[in-house]
């Protein structure tokens, strides 16, 4: 079941994390984002990305990333 706003995520119905919105997942490429994290090579995987930056949304990357 798609849910609008969540870029394709959705949101777990089962406890425990009942309500919580799924993260894309760490072998991800930058490349296949939608739209690309800047300062990063487009094979690096999502979780090389989480590590390098020390956050685990992809808003929150976007804005470390930005201040790098």
């Known amino acids: 079941m798609k849910e609008p706003g969540l870029d ?10 009942r309500g919580e919105i799924q993260q894309k997942r760490s072998d991800t490429l930058n490349e296949n984002l939608p739209k690309p994290i800047e300062g990063f090579s487009p094979k690096a995987t ?7 930056t020390g956050e685990t949304s992809e808003a929150a990357i976007r804005r470390s990333a930005k201040n790098r």
């Open 8 to 17: 394709n995520r959705h949101r777990d119905q089962n406890p425990p994390k």
């Open 46 to 52: 999502l979780g090389f990305i989480r590590k390098e």
